[in-house]
T-cell receptor, first 110, second 116 residues
């Protein structure tokens, strides 16, 4: 089954850009990379997704490498409210369902 | 729009009891799913549905049943609760878009279940 690899935890200073990496080296050609976050045991929140091109929305930017083996989620001006676990999803299991890993715990420090 | 709603928020069951976790969405999404999340872990898929009348098993289906009689509702039934089913349960509905198709999932607030 395709899987993603993310750092277990990261820190970022408030007001700075938070860059969260993800490796998804086994992702297949027509599969999207999705990013979600979960704030303190609430339901996960959709952030952004992309296929090949870089994407930007009101929450974040997604940079996907040309070989599609990795991506970076960028929160341009992190605030304390961005403290959360961030999940990168870049593959499906044998039943064609998305695989959720353990995510990256991002802590924004004042 | 209320989005995805789940009831109850909290539940305590005794071993062997049965119950139904309710999930409803008002976004007219065809795809709905149930996940469980154990402490410090990511989400694991229990069951999913691609439309009314169609359900299928996910990664961890044992001990759970689902049905989908309407687009809006997707209840999850615990047949005979066990301590191993203590977890937080999330329901999600998905918006399909684009070619190839992408799925943006929208999650409910979760049900925190304890089985003693």
């Amino acid at each position: 089954d395709a899987k993603t690899t993310q750092p277990t935890s990261m820190d970022c200073a408030e007001g700075r850009a938070a860059n969260l990496p993800c490796n998804h080296s086994t992702i297949s050609g027509n599969e999207y990379v999705y990013w979600y976050r979960q704030i303190h045991s609430q339901g996960p929140q959709y952030i952004i997704h992309g296929l090949k091109n870089n994407e930007t929305n009101e929450m974040a930017s997604l940079i996907i490498t040309e070989d599609r083996k990795s991506s970076t989620l960028i929160l341009p001006h992190a605030t304390l409210r961005d403290t959360a676990v961030y999940y990168c999803i870049g593959g499906r299991d044998s039943n064609y369902q998305l695989i959720w890993g353990a995510g990256t715990k991002l802590i924004i420090k004042p | 729009n209320a989005g995805v709603t789940q009831t109850p928020k909290f539940q305590v069951l005794k071993t062997g009891q049965s119950m139904t976790l309710q999930c409803a969405q008002d976004m007219n999404h065809e795809y709905m799913s149930w996940y469980r999340q154990d402490p410090g872990m990511g989400l694991r898929l229990i069951h999913y549905s691609v439309g009314a009348g169609i359900t299928d098993q996910g990664e961890v289906p044992n001990g759970y049943n689902v049905s989908r009689s309407t687009t809006e509702d997707f209840p999850l039934r615990l047949l005979s609760a066990a301590p191993s089913q203590t977890s937080v349960y999330f329901c999600a509905s998905s918006r399909r878009a684009g070619v190839p198709v992408s799925y943006e999932q929208y999650f409910g607030p979760g049900t925190r279940l304890t089985v003693t």
